[in-house]
């Protein structure tokens, strides 16, 4: 954070876009890959050009993918794990893996706007800050392929203006 904190203007506010990426223990439902994430994140930068992004994921190729991506726009506190599946692996310890769970839910709280699929994780953080429950996206359902395209969603402004390109 204060890499970040150093190079932005302290006097305008700091937007912050909360990004929840599941990869190595998304088995209940499919995943939901970085690439849907993009047009969202797209829009939010090239609206809040000075923003950061807060990458939390347990799966170390989708923060990269994002880092690729967004460059040193991106924050993260843990870079992910190298497992394939988080639960069952037994290298970590119980409690770690619940440290760094709770600690990313309350990062993901902070944030301006969330960008999530179906998880208890970035569900706790939306509880955690109440007015997330109207600044959210859900990319797990289908009906959200893109911003112009979220049928039983509520999508804001910033993600349905147009691009530049």
């Known amino acids: 954070w204060e890499q970040s904190d150093a190079r932005r ?4 506010p700091l937007q912050l876009l909360g990004v929840h990426l599941r990869g190595t223990d998304k088995v209940v439902r499919k995943k939901v ?9 797209d829009a939010y930068v090239r609206t809040f050009p000075d923003s950061l992004v807060f990458v939390a994921s347990d799966d170390q190729r989708y923060l990269g993918m994002m880092q690729r991506r967004y460059g040193e726009r991106v924050v993260y506190r843990q870079a992910g794990y190298r497992s394939k599946n988080i639960i069952a692996d037994r290298q970590l310890s119980a409690y770690d893996k619940g440290a760094d769970a709770i ?4 990062l993901l709280s902070t944030c301006d706007f969330l ?11 939306v509880w955690w800050n109440l007015t997330l429950h109207t600044r959210l996206i859900d990319l797990q359902f289908d009906d959200c392929l893109s ?4 049928k039983t969603q509520t999508v804001p402004a910033w993600a349905l203006a ?3 390109t």
Request: charged share 20%; aromatic share 12%; glycine share 0%.
């Open 9 to 12: 203007d302290t006097t305008a």
């Open 115 to 125: 960008i999530k699929t179906t998880s208890a994780l970035s569900e706790f953080a």
């Open 33 to 41: 890959p970085p690439e849907r994430y993009y047009p969202f994140v």
């Open 162 to 164: 147009p691009s530049e």
């Open 147 to 150: 911003p112009a395209n979220c």
């Open 103 to 106: 600690i990313d839910a309350l």
